[in-house]
């Protein structure tokens, strides 16, 4: 069997994440992880996805074609 880094629970129920993984995956310290129970004898410990520049991610980077009046805004909320 490979040896695979190693950490043990504190009292408080923390783990220290090893350098060599944290380094391996580029792992900064204040990002949020998902752990989740995947059997009793294993737990996942994911990286939680963010998003550099969220508001690119929701709009895009590329502008629309034409200008769009308010008022057709308007219109396409009112039709639902």
């Known amino acids: 069997m490979v040896d695979m880094p190693r950490s043990k629970v504190t009292s408080k129920f923390q783990i220290t994440i090893p350098k060599e993984t944290r380094e391996e995956?580029?792992?900064r310290a204040g990002e949020e992880v998902i752990v989740e129970s995947v059997s009793?004898?294993?737990?996942?410990?994911?990286?939680?996805?963010?998003?550099?520049?969220?508001?690119?991610w929701l709009i895009g980077v590329e502008?629309?074609?034409r200008p769009i009046p308010v008022e057709e805004l308007?219109?396409?909320?009112?039709?639902?």
């Open 25 to 27: 995956i580029g792992l």
């Open 63 to 65: 502008t629309f074609p």
């Open 40 to 56: 009793a004898d294993e737990i996942r410990v994911k990286r939680f996805p963010t998003v550099q520049s969220p508001l690119e």
């Open 74 to 80: 308007e219109e396409k909320v009112e039709e639902g």
